[in-house]
């Protein structure tokens, strides 16, 4: 059974840091394509950070600079250091891994930690 496990939320101020992990089982995040997204209240799910099993990362326009996406594949684990947080950070941030074999999409997700950026 494949677990992905969000941790590392909370409330902070403006200004401050949170540092989120996503913890798999079951399956071997080191051949995934690991993607945090977030989704605030009313809105879509947006993309936030991804990572490739190369370490390539990409990062949405607005959190570049402040964000940084890491995996660390011996501990089957990816983490989003989030800094200068805003109150538009806040949400629930989900971890999401993916695969895709041949013509198969593989994808599995976290259940999600939530994010609280207020005085």
């Known amino acids: 059974q494949v677990q992905l496990v969000e941790s590392g939320g909370g409330l902070v101020q403006p200004g401050g840091s949170l540092r989120l992990s996503c913890a798999a089982s079951?399956?071997?995040?080191?051949?995934?394509?690991m993607g945090w997204y977030r989704q605030a209240p009313g809105q879509q799910r947006e993309l936030v950070a991804t990572i490739t099993s190369g370490g390539s990362t990409t990062y949405a326009d607005s959190v570049k600079g402040r964000f940084t996406v890491s995996r660390d594949n011996a501990k089957n684990t990816v983490h989003l250091q989030m800094n200068s947080l805003k109150p538009e950070d806040t949400a629930v941030y989900y971890c999401?891994?993916?695969?895709?074999?041949?013509?198969?999409?593989?994808?599995?997700w976290g259940q999600g930690t939530q994010v609280t950026v207020s005085l």
């Open positions: 079951g399956i071997t995040l080191r051949a995934y394509v």
């Open positions: 999401n891994a993916h695969l895709r074999v041949l013509s198969t999409n593989n994808d599995y």
